[in-house]
Nanobody, 117 residues
Framework: QVRVVESGGGLVQAGGSLRLSCAAS????????MGWYRQTPGKQRELVAT???????NYADSVKGRFTISRDNARNMVYLQMSSLKPEDIAVYYC???????????WGQGTQVTVSS
């Protein structure tokens, strides 16, 4: 029904930057909110950033000033520009999609982000 695929993860040095992309496809007319979450072994999945169809954004305190979320409504895509990366940012990053009229949120498979010091 709805497919969500992330890309852009990889290995980067501390202080570097990385851009994650997420594409939503399938039976989608429009998307309410999209966002990025991350998960580290032993921890629960946590919010990184979200963005509504109107462009309102929300960020976790740990990434404010370093990460920027954006979206392309026409293409049903969302991006996460990550700068000044820290080892604490190491995690699998997941894309979340909330279509209008949907009773559930759709998740991607995740993309690994590794930061070396």
């Amino acid at each position: 029904q709805v497919r969500v695929v992330e890309s852009g993860g990889g290995l980067v040095q501390a202080g570097g930057s990385l851009r994650l992309s997420c594409a939503a496809s399938g039976s989608i007319f429009s998307i309410n909110a999209m966002g990025w979450y991350r998960q580290t072994p032993g921890k629960q999945r946590e919010l990184v950033a979200t963005i509504t169809s109107g462009g309102s954004t929300n960020y976790a305190d740990s990434v404010k000033g370093r990460f920027t979320i954006s979206r392309d409504n026409a293409r049903n895509m969302v991006y996460l520009q990550m700068s000044s990366l820290k080892p604490e940012d190491i995690a699998v990053y997941y894309c979340a999609v909330d279509p209008y009229g949907s009773s559930r949120i759709y998740w991607g498979q995740g993309t690994q982000v590794t930061v070396s010091s």
